[in-house]
């Protein structure tokens, strides 16, 4: 089963080294934590940047193009031509960039958060922190963005840094086979996990300029068991993150050391006067939040469909690269429609921040509204929502343009396309926000003065956003941090959780929609409500294969390929007297353990006669982590089949165990504070009766009808 | 010994009390937490807008009649009359609050977060979260503040909160006797320990201002087992919390409804212009950290001095509050001689924020700078060093101000009175901060660009306070929300750290000094790193005295009567055969659940002669909960000695158990982890060979040259 293994490293070697190093060995080890967590930030910095400019310069090029095209053709009439060219290059970049992940790295696909998740919660799905798909990742998003999919670049950011983590803190890569001979120390679950943590703390943190935001993110998503010292490196790392990121910016906008500007998506200044509100809105955010839950339901609720639609159909790389292709092409034609239909033309103001302005049948100096906010990167058009002046879009505008970003972002997300839907949500929520905030104004005659429509459009896309993700802590500190000012800090937390709570009650979040189409074992934070009643006897596997402490080889290598059972722990026990009575538990060792034994052929008979042969390491389980060969590809003859293993110096003997009557709320409680992957359930002789495993937890679910059972993925 | 107990609650009763809820029961439970976290909020906003609001017209009366006296004596000479008039003043007012908490309630001194983070960290101790607290802690610090003394009235805020979540979330008030009947589900250590953490985020969030630092710090502090659920609860109260003091504070300065005034301690806003910094100050950042940590470090060791001297000789509550009078009296002539002789003379602006301008010497249209520093609240000497112009004081004054304000707030810090170290640490760090700012500015012409006095005033505060109480993560995010503004995130974080480290290399921060002093079982976040080799046989206590399933009353009696073990958890095992063979663990009961079982007289005999009468139920324990009598208080018969008492249905019968092999790190994990209190160790036959508890574990510490064993107080 896919699983990642927190505990059960302490072995007889792992104690003895423990236990050989001095006070200053753990205090280098620590320093290296440090290094490793600064490093990771730098990296990750780095990444965001050349993603940043990339998508700056490449969508900059494009617009500069089709918009000096339709001048053009604007006078010359033929604005068809215009529309095949946008579509036409759309297609193309999107088409790039869906072949590199459909036929290269599909983990890569979509924002990644949900597969951080599944990491950080401690279920291993493969590939998903390799330096492949990190590159696929950040030309994939590149593509996505500079195509104008409805996309952002920011989620993928948080899958970047993981990887980065996973990475760095290994001091090798497996795909590059290069091994630094560094971080050795680190080669394990435990530590591995809280570099990746630290890693996608660093991603949102420069996706956002969200520090804290990010810290919180790793915590809300992945920490289960709270650690000071962990939580300063994630945020050291963060800020690592966010600094590096400014500091190659400012070099790039040629303001060298100047440090105040944020993260990727920048939400502009809010600025003091114009940011204050009175108790008296506080109904009307709620209302909003509420809106943005039912909103983000129906769009959770559309893309499930979509995304089944799509397991059942579109399952072959080459129909996937097509379909990206088609919603690429759409998306321009859509956008050209509306922005051709269109007749919202506004002032063109000296000091105006439109990068693009297209003038089309709009007089001379005014300008399209529409198309400010479809002719545009996503990024941009948040931030001329959020900022530009009060009648800068007509009603009209905004209205269609929600309602068909809405569906364009629905259909864009889960595509095999590198891409995030954080941009989008906001988007949609900024656009509805800030018509809310116009028919405030228009209803409520003296509502002039405090309905500022670039107010309520940071209410509307904190409140889309919630009713979409469904986060709700994370969440409201990154909006805090992304707009720099505390102020909102209250009403937007009051819309994300009223946006939560009104989504729950319809379905879940997108991830967590994602996640269960994945059908993977996904602890939640608690065991359900209602099941004191069950107990471990009732959850647990039972018979269990045990190993006997010197087992003879052929009986490990059977055991090992035994397709039915495919566990990854085995208890150890004492050789009892009696053939039908179970064995007195004295440690437990997982598969990986067993295997590397194998391969090294670490048999009692050996050792005996070769007694030259050095011992088995530690180094030698960390060299194989994590790719531990499979059962398979370890040939053992026949001879050595009759050999024994002793197994005494590898198991851990200590594994945790609970009693029979254990309820399910403490086992649960157990697996997901100390982070393990099997339980071991013992009678009170000690005698081994059975295992609990992570997806025998992750199998008890809270319906709408009380317990329910899933039915999890067999592999 | 002392302790909170977050785990032994699960005995047949309670699995049957869940049992038979229903899903819409837990729903009803899940929404009373959401209330009790909102009321907590509320009333902590409340608690502190009392204080400030009591604070500011006290205060302001006693600078006016002082300030009318000075200028009066100031022409006609005998300005000792006004140097009596104040130093009198002081002591009284001072005199007052010490009483209160030297006589009525000496837990309530100081400024409660050594205490708080105990009662988070698992020790309980006595009346810390009792209502008699609450009113001493809130009397006291006004008294405090209006006296003059180099404290501040943040800390006491999270005690003070705590004290409302503890209080609020039990439903009753046994100082009042008065019991609502509600929230009964919560009276237990764990629901309890919940809503203080919320209390305490709240406090926070109600003194700075700052909600997220206040969730933060509830995390830092007190949560290891991190729960989303619980989080958002946490940051809910903190919300409420600033939400509610901004609006009472907006309709008492008749601003009504304007909700963006921040919370008890206000960094005034810094402006967008001014708040930028670049590459080249980094250095010069973490330089002022190394200053802030060496100071730190020098403020604990005297501090720490003087706490010793205060254990040895000020123990007798009359002498503690003559030195609280003797410390006002001083404060008030030291403030007076400094001004006295202080000839910066600062022309008054018109728009001048002192509220206090001082004359004396100056010629007219000017005022002294010394009395902004010193003839203020505390609160607003910080905000003039951060916000007034450049060239507002001269060099002089802040040096001799930061040399006499160090001292006296040493000296205040472990009085007899309720009051708090974050602002005078502030206050300290800001001076010297902004000194630095100015002979920055001085020794670089170019410097006075970007050298900006306040935004070094900013620096030298997170310096200094980040030196004396060491944290990093809760105290960066505390001062940038404060400060409005995020831009600072990075040079903030940089400076605590450094300064965490450089003062953790000469002595602990002040609280876990403070803390270390009472010598109770506090549990650090990890075991200390060399001590894989020690194993739970050698840190356990053993023999342990073990109760039979069905057990004499008698027995039962002189177990818990025995004060040389004083045990407060007892495994239960199943009757031996062999006498000298130790018994096979069967469940866990606590002391407090024996004596509500003696209380009730659940003796097997009694209970089989009378069907009639009522078994004893949940609400039993309940009702008992938190103050179970002492075992002398109840009255057991020479006949009922005889009873038999069977303890299946009460004790848990699923405790957690680790075998005598476990390393010392593992029984850590699994202590902090869980919030255990007792674990069992049993041998390979599920025998009890030995009980580990939190005084087992503080013991062992890491010391300068390796691990090292603690002498914890013996109650």
Redesign the interface.
């Known amino acids: 089963s896919q699983g990642l293994d927190y505990d059960n490293i302490?072995n007889q070697l792992f104690?003895e080294e423990?236990?050989r190093?001095?006070?200053m060995g753990?205090r280098c080890l620590e320093v290296s934590r440090w290094v490793v967590c600064g490093l990771i930030g730098f990296l990750t910095g780095l990444i965001a940047c050349f993603i940043d400019i990339a998508v700056e310069n490449l969508a900059g090029l494009k617009y500069e193009v089709i918009k000096r095209n339709i001048e053009n053709f604007t006078e010359t009439g033929g604005l068809s031509i215009s529309l095949i060219l946008w579509g036409g290059f759309n297609a193309a970049v999107v088409m790039l960039g869906s072949i590199l992940v459909a036929f290269f790295e599909p983990i890569a696909g979509g924002s990644g958060i949900p597969q951080i998740k599944c990491y950080l919660n401690g279920v291993k799905i493969p590939r998903v922190v390799r330096l492949k798909t990190l590159v696929v990742k950040v030309f994939g998003v590149i593509c996505s963005v500079v195509g104008g999919l409805a996309v952002g670049k920011e989620g993928p950011m948080i899958h970047s840094g993981a990887v980065v983590a996973a990475g760095v803190s290994q001091g090798r890569s497996t795909s590059l086979k290069r091994d630094f001979k560094m971080f050795e120390y680190f080669r394990r679950d435990t530590e591995k996990r809280d570099f990746v943590s630290a890693g996608a703390a660093a991603g949102v943190s420069a996706a956002f300029?969200a520090?804290?935001g990010g810290?919180?993110f790793s915590?809300?998503e992945g920490?289960?068991?709270?650690?000071?010292?962990l939580?300063?490196r994630i945020?050291?790392a963060s800020?690592i993150s966010?600094?590096t990121l400014n500091?190659f910016l400012s070099i790039y906008h040629k303001k060298?050391?100047?440090?105040?500007s944020?993260g990727l998506i920048n939400f502009g200044?809010f600025e003091?006067e114009s940011?204050?509100?009175?108790?008296?809105e506080i109904p009307l955010f709620i209302a909003m939040g509420a809106i943005g839950g039912l909103l983000g339901a129906l769009f959770n609720f559309l893309n499930y469909w979509i995304t089944i639609f799509r397991i059942r159909y579109i399952h072959r790389p080459c129909l996937q690269v097509m379909e990206a292709m088609l919603v690429a092409a759409v998306t321009a034609a859509v956008s050209f429609t509306m922005i051709y239909f269109s007749n919202d033309c506004q002032p063109l103001a000296p000091e105006n921040s439109e990068e693009y302005p297209l003038q089309l049948f709009c007089s001379d100096g005014e300008y399209n509204a529409m198309a400010t906010a479809f002719f545009n990167t996503p990024e941009r058009s948040v931030r001329s929502l959020f900022h530009n002046q009060p009648g800068s879009y007509n009603p009209l505008t905004l209205g269609l343009f929600t309602l068909t970003y809405f569906f364009l972002a629905c259909w864009t997300y889960g595509l095999a396309v590198s891409a995030g839907v954080f941009i989008p949500s906001l988007l949609i929520g900024a656009a509805w926000g800030r018509l809310c905030g116009i028919l405030l104004a228009s209803v409520s005659p003296n509502a002039s003065i405090w309905a500022d429509p670039g107010k309520y459009a940071l209410i509307g896309a904190a409140a889309q956003l919630g009713g979409i993700v469904r986060m709700?802590?994370s969440l409201?500190?990154i909006m805090?941090?992304a707009t720099?000012?505390?102020?909102y800090?209250?009403p937007i937390?009051?819309v994300l959780?009223t946006a939560k709570i009104v989504g729950d009650y319809f379905i879940e979040g997108l991830y967590d929609i994602h996640i269960k189409l994945q059908s993977v074992p996904f602890l939640h934070?608690?065991a359900p409500?209602?099941s004191?009643?069950l107990t471990a006897r009732e959850v647990m596997s039972s018979p269990v294969t045990c190993l006997n402490r010197i087992e003879k080889v052929g009986t490990i290598v059977d055991t090992l390929s035994n397709t039915s059972t495919n566990h990854n722990g085995f208890p150890v026990v004492?050789e009892s007297a009696g053939n039908d009575e179970p064995g007195?538990?004295?440690g437990l060792i997982l598969r990986s353990q067993l295997i590397v034994l194998l391969k090294h052929k670490v048999f009692v008979e050996l050792v005996r006669s070769r007694l030259t042969q050095r011992k088995l390491q530690l180094k030698d389980f960390r060299d194989a982590y994590p790719r531990f060969p499979p059962i398979q590809s370890i040939h053992v003859s026949q001879d050595e089949r009759e050999c024994m293993m002793d197994l005494t110096e590898f198991m851990n003997?200590?594994p945790?165990?609970?009693?029979q009557?254990?309820?399910l709320p403490?086992v649960f409680?157990?697996f997901r504070?100390?982070g393990l992957r099997h339980l071991v359930v013992?009678d009170?002789?000690?005698r081994v009766v059975g295992l609990v495993t992570r997806k025998d937890l992750a199998r008890y679910h809270?319906g709408k009808h009380?317990l329910e059972e899933l039915q999890l993925a067999q592999t």
Chains 1, 2 share one sequence.
């Open positions: 302490e104690l423990e236990r190093m001095s006070p753990f300029g520090p804290v810290v919180l915590l809300e920490a289960s068991f709270w650690n000071q010292m939580t300063w945020f050291f800020m966010t600094f500091f060298t050391g100047e440090l105040s944020p200044r003091s940011v204050e509100y009175y108790l008296y709700t802590l409201t500190v805090v941090e720099g000012n505390v102020t800090g209250l937390m009051l959780m934070w608690e409500a209602t004191h009643w004492v007195k538990l004295c003997p200590t945790y165990t609970v009693p009557d254990t309820s403490r409680k157990l504070a100390l013992v009170d002789e000690n809270m009380g």
